[in-house]
């Protein structure tokens, strides 16, 4: 009678705290470059660090470690909808391509969710390319709605500051 | 020689006060009649209230008055791109339909624009239904942006609870 052995990489998920905002920059830009925007990214580490860890804190992460390394995380921030009231956004949630295939998406996905339910909210959104159809089957799993007929509008700051002048 | 008289009707633009918010709840039932999604306003006049003016607000707003009345609306929140950092985002911008024609909206719009610049946020964004031309017209008076590939996804509280059981 033989013994089975088999290792299994423990996958912890914890709040993200400032010390990780350097490996969370990485793991943005690893993202836009898979989204085909590179050069979207134009946030800081300084600012991405004042922004979820400064007087005025704007965003919560998570991230997921596999034997001490940051493999994925997560970023959200509320949101108020005038339909819904208090909400939760799901910024991005990020596995590394070389971490994927342990379920490491899903954990932060739940860590997300209990963090919604906790904060009383009434639902938990994003956004997906239409062509990330991974991602889509991903969200599907856990009974996800879709509406596909808004369009995202936007200006940016030197646009704002002409109109600040009018 | 004769006077010409005319009279102008003064459009007021101010920060939305919490006296404002049953108000303000009427004009955006008002927009989601004509989104076609009346039924999608679940939020309270109480819930409204709590999440503008309560211990940790999320939205600002301003009202639009027309001779001491309330014509128009918008209302915003601080959102974080992990691309771009804070920036402002518009939830809503509403004029009743009676009061069309009066410029409300540009001004309205302008204060937003405004408001974001002051707070050094990198951008304004807001969504909009491939459909409302008019509205499409209107922002992209101000050399608006837009981008179609991305799908909003959403998951509502009850199934936010089963997962967060998980």
């Given at each position: 009678?033989?013994?089975?052995?088999?290792?299994?990489?423990?996958?912890v998920v914890?709040?993200?705290?400032?010390?990780?905002?350097?490996?969370?920059?990485?793991?943005?830009?690893?993202?836009?470059?898979?989204?085909?925007?590179?050069?979207?990214?134009?946030?800081?580490?300084?600012?991405?660090?004042?922004?979820?860890?400064?007087?005025?804190p704007v965003?919560?992460?998570?991230?997921?470690?596999?034997?001490?390394?940051?493999?994925?995380?997560?970023?959200?921030?509320?949101?108020?909808?005038?339909?819904?009231?208090?909400?939760?956004?799901?910024?991005?949630?990020?596995v590394t391509?070389?971490?994927?295939?342990?379920?490491?998406?899903?954990?932060?996905?739940?860590?997300?969710?209990?963090?919604?339910?906790?904060?009383?909210?009434?639902?938990?959104?994003?956004?997906?390319?239409?062509?990330?159809?991974?991602?889509?089957?991903?969200?599907?799993?856990?009974?996800?709605?879709?509406?596909?007929?808004?369009?995202?509008?936007?200006?940016?700051?030197?646009?704002?500051?002409?109109?600040?002048?009018?």
């Amino acid at each position: 009678m033989g013994a089975a052995f088999f290792v299994r990489m423990e996958v912890v998920v914890r709040r993200a705290e400032a010390r990780d905002v350097p490996r969370m920059l990485e793991l943005v830009k690893e993202l836009a470059a898979f989204e085909r925007a590179p050069d979207e990214v134009t946030v800081t580490g300084q600012h991405m660090l004042e922004a979820g860890f400064g007087d005025h804190p704007v965003w919560v992460g998570w991230v997921a470690e596999v034997e001490g390394a940051i493999q994925g995380m997560a970023v959200c921030y509320e949101r108020y909808s005038t339909w819904k009231g208090r909400r939760l956004y799901l910024e991005d949630i990020i596995v590394t391509d070389a971490a994927r295939g342990k379920r490491i998406g899903e954990k932060l996905f739940l860590e997300c969710a209990r963090y919604a339910v906790g904060q009383n909210y009434s639902g938990m959104l994003w956004q997906v390319l239409d062509w990330n159809v991974d991602a889509i089957r991903f969200y599907d799993r856990f009974g996800a709605s879709y509406s596909k007929e808004w369009l995202n509008g936007s200006l940016e700051l030197d646009q704002l500051k002409n109109l600040a002048a009018l």
